[in-house]
């Protein structure tokens, strides 16, 4: 059996064993009914259709009309460039407050793409963060402090 799109075909079976993984998790909860769900119901049902989406992809994957691609190798900088981002945004968030961590989160987590401009990352930090201030603290109202420790009264 030759693999013509490993993308697809790795894909899949990642979709596979994710929902086999959180359908596994899910039965160990009470799954209830349609009607009455309990609290397994969503991640077994997810999980199911995760795994038959992934099944789906993993064949699409062996198929000879595919087209033939090879899986790049992996490009662990830009995984810890993201990781490292979002810890960073973890530990900065007290003190440079929200708008100065997301800040930086989105500048650092911008600079792991490959199509990455100044330009670009700056306008993005612009309209993720009136999003984001829309969103936690106007409506949702959670307590953020929103600036850093020195510009704080």
């Known amino acids: 059996m030759h693999i013509r799109n490993q ?12 929902g086999g993984f959180f359908a596994g998790v899910g039965t160990q909860y009470t799954f209830g009914t349609a009607a009455r769900m309990g609290p397994g119901y969503f991640p077994t049902v997810l999980g199911i259709i995760l795994m038959l ?5 993993a064949v699409t994957g062996l198929s000879p009309k595919n087209t033939e691609e090879k899986v790049q190798p992996f490009a662990w900088g830009v ?9 960073l945004f973890g530990v900065l968030l ?8 997301l800040l930086v989160l989105i500048l650092l987590a911008s600079y792991a793409s490959h199509e990455h401009t ?3 990352s700056i306008g993005n930090s612009v309209v993720l963060i009136s ?7 106007y409506s949702l109202k959670l307590q953020f402090q ?3 420790v020195f510009m704080r009264g």
């Open 7 to 18: 993308k697809d075909f790795w894909a899949g079976v990642m979709f596979i064993l994710f």
């Open 53 to 57: 989406l992934g099944l789906i992809v």
């Open 79 to 87: 995984l810890f460039t993201i990781i490292g981002s979002v810890v």
């Open 94 to 101: 007290n003190p440079l407050g929200l708008i100065g961590s």
């Open 118 to 120: 100044w330009k670009a």
């Open 131 to 137: 999003l984001c201030l829309f969103v936690f603290v």
């Open 146 to 148: 929103l600036w850093p």
